[in-house]
């Protein structure tokens, strides 16, 4: 009886995906496969980055592919980490990517007497090609926010006239999140610069602060200190207000995961594409900051806070309209460009009943409470319905 010849692979597959699959089963052809996992400390060694999955997790998972016979943790390091493996198993075959490829691997292989083989990637047919490169490029999971009411009190030289709350929604990022618009992208990136694909599991007001003084580092060339709310929209998950009164970080902060709330705002909350803010233009010129102003910026984030708890719809695009118009008397150059153009537009349309741009202004996109989400996407194909990212997501 002719035994399976042993089939050997190695990666780290962290960010597991079908083209591990499809290589997984390709290598199987050759007899029973046998996998060998990076360890957390080798990939932090060799990545200088921390994995996505601990490689309890990532063993799981490989384990529980069809075309894999077992799988190991390699307890070596570096590009040859799964030499003390190869003691274990003593495959007949290696088998690895062409971009896997080394004369370190060949050589080892050769002095063992392991058959070599190297396979091109390639798609199971119909699905799209992939690697953990473009997907660490394109599938962050970093959230993005969504502020409703409050914008500008945030900053110490506008509550220092008068205090007032933020309100903000932290959202999953399963929409094209486009640069300059409005959606805390600079942020964001800030964000990705640490953790590339998601946020880590801790405290999230203790997460909100950390990217706060990692953004607004005492060298920063530019001199400007970004608002909390950017921080707190991202990091804290549910809807969220934040009270300020004359200082960067707030004094207050509240947080509202109530499900009732949270699937409501969804289904009155969806946006537009507008054009980006162009470069250079500045929404802080001409800014006409007044006490008087300021108080009326903070009451209509009152109104719009309580209308939210209360599911009052009417109230709800009151405060919203309301925050928006004293944001602008504020900064009139938040409106530039074709903004008033699209402005005009939307809110011609019978069931929306207010609007606003995220942030700071200048373009991006419409923010909009209307009558009933899902049909208003269906009859405006270019609107987006918003996902709230709940505590745990």
Avoid at 74 to 85: H, R
Avoid at 187 to 192: D, E, F, Q
Avoid at 300 to 322: E, H, K, P, S
Wanted: aromatic share 10%.
């Amino acid at each position: 009886m002719n035994m399976a010849k042993k089939v050997f692979v190695s990666g780290c597959y962290d960010l597991l995906h079908s083209g591990h699959v499809e290589f997984f089963k390709q290598a199987a052809a050759y007899g029973d496969l046998y996998v060998g996992i990076g360890s957390d400390a080798t990939y932090l060694g060799y990545k200088h980055r921390k994995t996505v999955y601990s490689e309890q997790e990532r063993l799981f998972m490989v384990k529980a592919i069809r075309y894999v016979k077992d799988a190991y943790i390699n307890a070596g390091s570096g590009i040859m980490d799964f030499v003390p493996t190869l003691d274990i198993v003593h495959p007949d075959v290696f088998v690895v990517n062409e971009d896997g490829s080394c004369e370190e691997k060949r050589l080892e292989c050769e002095r063992r007497g392991i058959e070599y083989v190297v396979l091109k990637r390639e798609p199971e047919p119909g699905l799209t090609a992939r690697s953990s490169t473009d997907l660490k490029k394109t599938g962050s999971q970093i959230p993005t926010r969504l502020d409703l009411a409050g914008t500008w009190i945030d900053q110490p030289y506008v509550s220092c006239l008068a205090p007032g709350w933020a309100i903000t929604i932290s959202l999953e990022p399963n929409f094209e999140i486009r640069e300059r618009c409005g959606l805390s992208t600079s942020t964001r990136n800030i964000i990705r610069k640490i953790w590339p694909y998601q946020l880590p599991n801790m405290d999230p007001e203790m997460l909100a602060r950390l990217v706060f003084c990692f953004e607004n580092h005492p060298e920063r060339e530019d001199g400007i200190i970004s608002g909390a709310q950017d921080a707190i929209g991202i990091c804290v998950p549910g809807l969220c207000r934040h009270h300020y009164d004359n200082h960067f970080w707030p004094d207050q902060l509240e947080i509202c995961s109530d499900e009732t709330i949270l699937s409501w705002l969804e289904a009155h909350l969806c946006m537009v594409p507008m054009e980006p803010r162009q470069p250079g233009c500045s929404v802080v010129e001409g800014k006409d900051i007044t006490e008087a102003k300021v108080k009326t910026l903070a009451a209509a984030a009152d109104v719009c806070w309580t209308a939210i708890m209360a599911r009052d719809l009417a109230g709800f695009a009151q405060g919203y309209r309301d925050s928006f118009d004293a944001q602008v008397a504020l900064f009139p150059a938040m409106i530039q460009g074709t903004v008033q153009s699209h402005i005009d537009r939307w809110s011609q349309e019978k069931d929306v009943l207010a609007w606003k741009m995220p942030g700071a202004g200048g373009g991006g996109y419409l923010a909009m409470v209307v009558e009933d989400t899902p049909m208003f996407c269906a009859k405006h194909p270019e609107a987006i319905a918003l996902t709230i990212r709940r505590i745990g997501m």
